[in-house]
């Protein structure tokens, strides 16, 4: 009797599993090992992970393909957003040694966490099936709940978290909410058909009018308020300000770089690839959370002292700017948002970088009076820090002026240049809190009697060197990562 053996599709979730082996073997090692050797490994087994989970993205580039009985899609799309999370992830690692050796936190539970949730990023941006985006979502946000409250001895850490953690639960319910509306409506939590005779979202959402419509679209209200949470859009941004500033700023930079393109590749594919034939009902929601958000994020991040929660605020408001190329729903809108996600995450790890390390042990130094006079102690960190606030504020020559003009002229495209000024205007309200910082560094004295800032570690100087680089090459040479960009294509059936 012959049996037929099924296909063995491990492609579309070779790197997740990569990663997933790596953190295991850091915490077995260490468990093991334990201290006697020192913990000098750890950070190279999690660097040598992610460089295996990179490379295992950029092989199926160009595939077209859904996998795991259509519960993953191997497209362009999905490894674009992989490449960047290892990326993400690598800085991550690199400055979180330096942060560790230097505070005495030095855990393999951090690296394996950090490898956990980018292989659930990873994962969700893959996701062909609500069901294996919901479990994706839940993957990273666990890992970076704890992560948040890794300051164990620190109590506005632990509060965070603990914020962080109930409104996630509250965003989690409303996404399960709207899988099971969506399962009602349409019979399937598949995004795409997987046969002739299958049922999918996007099958449903292109047969035209039906009664079950009004229920798909309810579905879609939640999956966008569970989603809003991850990118911070307002009005689902209240736990940011508390977790940016009580999490360690290497776990900041992280969240503000890897949880948002995440968010965003989940947002995209529902709403730009599979919810497209419904855009005219999906369209006022988006809009509406994207003009708050670039209001809301840009006019508060004006009164901000901290400097991690201004930075905070600042990482809503450019979640509304993303969002703008996401309601143009075009194909340049598309891989706009894609450059914009990939060279603001570049961006706002190298600014979390300098502020781990002028804030110093137990980092106290965040303030904004904390910056007097920084350029005249630490030069190159406050060169480095300028360029990061410059290229987030949209200035010509660096790639944040690159990833305005392509989101902006998408929408622009698509008929709402109105959108596009009220961008603008937000824009210009978010250059005046970046100057503040840069009027404190240059213009005022240091305050006497006061230690110098620290200068860093070389792995952490390292990370500001590279992410300083790429923001100015980005600005200047953005061709090959545009370009990869508009090759990040959804998966297509039968091509």
Do not use: C
């Amino acid at each position: 009797m012959e049996m037929d053996i099924p296909r063995i599709e491990l492609a579309g979730i070779a790197p997740e599993i990569a990663l997933t082996v790596a953190a295991l073997v850091i915490l077995v090692v260490h468990a093991v090992l334990g201290n006697r050797f020192s913990t000098w490994y750890l950070p190279y087994l999690a660097t040598l992970g992610l460089v295996v989970a990179g490379a295992l993205a950029v092989i199926v580039w160009d595939v077209n393909d859904l996998q795991l009985s259509g519960m993953i899609a191997l497209d362009n799309f999905a490894t674009f957003v992989k490449v960047s999370l290892a990326v993400f992830g690598l800085l991550t690692v690199w400055l979180g040694r330096d942060y560790l050796t230097r505070d005495r936190l030095e855990e393999s539970e951090f690296y394996a966490l950090v490898l956990f949730a980018v292989a659930g990023m990873m994962l969700m941006a893959a996701a062909a099936d609500l069901i294996v985006m919901f479990l994706a979502l839940e993957t990273f946000s666990i890992a970076l709940y704890v992560l948040v409250a890794f300051k164990r001895r620190s109590t506005e850490a632990q509060e965070s978290a603990m914020k962080y953690f109930l409104l996630g639960a509250f965003s989690s319910a409303f996404f399960l909410f709207g899988i099971a509306l969506a399962y009602g409506a349409v019979g399937t939590t598949n995004l795409y058909s997987t046969g002739p005779e299958a049922d999918s979202l996007f099958r449903f959402a292109s047969a035209g009018p039906s009664t079950d419509l009004d229920l798909l679209v309810l579905a879609m209200g939640l999956i966008i308020v569970g989603l809003g949470f991850k990118i911070a859009a307002v009005p689902f941004h209240a736990w940011t300000p508390d977790a940016y500033q009580g999490a360690p700023s290497p776990v900041t930079g992280f969240m503000a770089a890897g949880s948002k393109i995440a968010g965003f590749a989940a947002l995209i594919r529902v709403l730009d690839a599979i919810l497209f034939p419904l855009r005219w009902d999906w369209r006022p929601l988006v809009i509406g959370i994207a003009v708050l958000t670039m209001i809301v994020g840009s006019v508060l991040a004006v009164v901000q002292e901290d400097v991690k929660r201004m930075l905070a605020y600042s990482s809503i408001a450019h979640a509304g700017f993303v969002l703008v190329g996401v309601v143009a729903a075009n194909d340049r809108g598309v891989s706009g948002s894609l450059f914009y996600l990939a060279t603001y995450g570049l961006t706002v790890v190298g600014s979390f970088a300098v502020v781990s390390i002028l804030a110093g042990p137990g980092e106290h130094r965040t303030r904004l009076t904390d910056y007097r006079g920084a350029f005249y102690q630490r030069p190159l960190l406050a060169g480095a820090l300028t360029l990061f606030l410059l290229a987030l504020a949209g200035v010509p020559v660096t790639s944040g002026f690159v990833a305005k003009l392509v989101v902006f002229g998408a929408a622009i495209e698509s008929g709402y240049w109105w959108l596009v000024v009220i961008g603008v205007l937000a824009s210009a309200i978010a250059a005046f809190f970046y100057l503040r910082v840069l009027v404190v560094m240059y213009m005022q004295e240091p305050i006497e009697g006061v230690e110098p800032a620290p200068s860093g570690g070389w792995l952490a100087n390292g990370v500001v060197a590279i992410t300083a680089a790429t923001t100015i090459v980005f600005g200047l040479a953005w061709g090959p990562l545009i370009d990869a960009a508009e090759h990040a294509r959804f998966f297509v059936a039968g091509g």
